[in-house]
Structure formats: C-alpha cells, structure tokens
C-alpha cells in the first residue's frame, strides 16, 4: 500500500477553479508506475464516489457529472496525480480522497475538502 497525501483542497466560488494534488512521497518509482491512480469523493450523507481515474497507461475515466470541467494527469517523476477542477459548481463540494489501485488494492489518502459557494 501506498501512503497518499493529497493538497490543493479549499472554498471558491461557483464557476472557479481549484487544483487538487496527491503526492506519494514514500514510493520508489518502479513501484509507483503500477498503480491505477483515482480522485473519489464523498459529500455528507452520501456514498464515496469515483471522480477520475487514470490508468498505468494514461487511460482516464470521468464522472459523467464532470466530463469537460475536470482533467485528472499525473506525473511519474514526481509521483503525483493531479485534478484540474473548472466551472465548479455547488454539487462539487465533498471530501476529495486520493485513490491508488493495483491488483484490486485500493490505498487512500486523508482526504481534503473542497467547497463550492454560489
């Protein structure tokens, strides 16, 4: 398992912006290139959701809710994943965790608040 520390969370207003960040700061980077990498969320009262998945390969997977407002990328070197978050509405405001997958092992991160005000 990997340990997940993810950044970039906060308030904005309707139609911003924010860039969330996970960083695995303990990996070796032989290690870390095999792990599907994920950005989930969870609002109160509801059920974690996957947000964004990027493959080992760079395939991603989006939310349908998202598709066109979020990118989620990473970068290898700095072993880190990254969502873009644009156009963000009201309905985005969750929990954000960090997610990474190999062999059907999920690690998470601590999670990191995102809130969209109108």
Known sequence: QLLLVESGGGSVQAGGSLRLSCKAPRAIFS???GYNMGWYRQAPGEQRELVARISTSGT?????????RFTISRDNS????????????PDDTAVYFCNAEQGGISSWGQGTQVTVFS
């Open 78 to 89: 700095q072993k880190k994943v990254f969502l873009q978050m644009n156009n963000l509405k």
């Open 31 to 33: 290690v870390y290139i």
């Open 60 to 68: 991603t997977n989006y939310l349908d809710s998202v598709k066109g």
